[in-house]
């Protein structure tokens, strides 16, 4: 009888703590949203700004000197360098400007590259809110890069991979324009979104 109790308290102590981390996630990921929405509404104004400063006919200073380091705008402690969107998910976020495990819980980070010189690669949580819906996208998906200085980039989906969760050397090579990646629930791989850069 004694070993039944114990069994018994046991198990509810096992789904009184199961219970306690699906509640933190999910309050964490309502913080991830709220975070990355807040800064999203003062980047959109930085954009709009310069968007409407940049003349007609203009040449972007990017494409004069593709070795330009993406400026990047001080929002509540955090540096951004623009506004990634995909639309097929109904998703406009805010890209920090370098990744940490820190920075990652607020918003999606810039892994390595830039949009500049066609070899950016983008980390994000597998939040609902940030990347976890990234396999729904599909060969030919539209997605769009906006940086702080009104430059608007877009990108055609053109494969999706599952890769090892230490295969940094496969995520960072190819001749990718824009990776996307988040890893899998557990951690154990990581979904990998390859776009191409459309003329």
């Known amino acids: 009888q004694r070993k039944g109790t114990r069994l018994m308290s046991g198990g509810l102590l096992l789904i009184a703590g199961a219970l306690l981390l699906a509640c933190f996630n999910l309050w964490d990921e309502q913080r991830a949203a709220n975070s990355a929405g807040e800064a999203l509404q003062e980047l959109e104004v930085v954009c709009s700004e310069q968007a409407e400063t940049t003349e007609p006919g203009e040449i972007p200073d990017y494409l004069l000197a593709p070795d330009l380091e993406m400026p990047a705008v001080e929002e509540d402690g955090g540096d951004y360098i623009g506004v990634l969107e995909l639309p097929l998910l109904g998703l406009e976020l805010p890209v920090m400007e370098s990744w940490s495990y820190p920075d990652l819980r607020v918003a999606p980070c810039r892994y390595s590259g830039s949009a500049y010189q066609d070899d950016m690669v983008v980390a994000a949580h597998n939040y609902k809110s940030h990347f976890g819906r990234l396999k729904e996208l599909r060969p030919g998906d539209e997605v769009r890069f906006t940086d702080m200085e009104g430059n608007v980039f877009r990108y055609a989906v053109a494969d999706l991979e599952t890769l090892g969760k230490y295969d940094v050397e496969k995520m960072t ?27």
Request: net charge positive; glycine share 12%.
């Open 173 to 199: 090579s190819g001749d990718w324009d824009l990776t996307l990646f988040t890893c899998t629930y557990g951690g154990k791989s990581r979904v990998t979104v390859r776009c191409q850069r459309m003329v």
